[in-house]
């Protein structure tokens, strides 16, 4: 017999073990979230100068490589380079011009949620799937946000991603507020 098989509120024994350290953990993330969000435009800056050194850490490495493994296969070797130093113009670009960097980015996000909203829209109408409603209205959500970010722009480029990581670390945290609650309230019989 599987272990789900046998206990299929194992989890929940868990998080009724640790529910003080998820309640902790899971408040610290709501309010690192409200301070992202209460300084969106700082989050933006810090999280595009993080993701800029990152890719310009890649492109040391990938080039780096390339020297070490492609050398002597010439259309390896080439295009590996190519790509490593592809990876640190770009990371450069982005930790040295965040503000520049986060409006493109910006851009790029609206147009992305527009383009995915607006085929979600498709896909619901004509799949009509079992309850194809909710696609429908994600569909709708992300058409909305596409538009706000876009007629914003490129003042949105300013806060909208670190108005993003803000919610994402507060929802995250919100959920482990909620796993933590639901194991101390959890009695294995």
Do not use: C
Not at 21 to 42: C, D, E, N, P, R
Not at 73 to 94: K, P, R, S
Not at 153 to 165: K, Q, Y
């Amino acid at each position: 017999m599987m272990a789900s098989e046998q206990n299929p509120n194992r989890h929940l024994l868990s998080y009724n073990q640790n529910w003080g350290w998820l309640l902790g953990w899971g408040i610290a993330m709501m309010i690192v979230g409200l301070i992202a969000i209460s300084v969106a435009t700082f989050t933006t800056l810090l999280s595009v100068i993080f993701i800029g050194s990152l890719l310009m850490i890649g492109g040391i490495v990938v080039t780096i490589d390339s020297f070490k493994s492609w050398w002597r296969q010439w259309d390896g070797f080439i295009l590996h380079l190519a790509v490593g130093i592809f990876y640190f113009i770009v990371g450069a670009v982005l930790v040295f011009e965040p503000a520049v960097s986060s409006i493109a980015l910006t851009f790029i996000l609206g147009m992305l949620y527009l383009i995915v909203g607006a085929f979600r829209l498709m896909y619901s109408l004509l799949l009509r799937l079992p309850r194809w409603g909710w696609s429908l209205f994600n569909g709708f959500i992300s058409v909305l946000i596409g538009i706000l970010i876009l007629f914003s722009w490129p003042a949105s480029g300013l806060f909208i991603i670190g108005l993003f990581v803000g919610v994402d670390l507060f929802v995250a945290g919100w959920v482990y507020v909620m796993l933590a609650l639901a194991g101390r309230d959890f009695t294995a019989f």
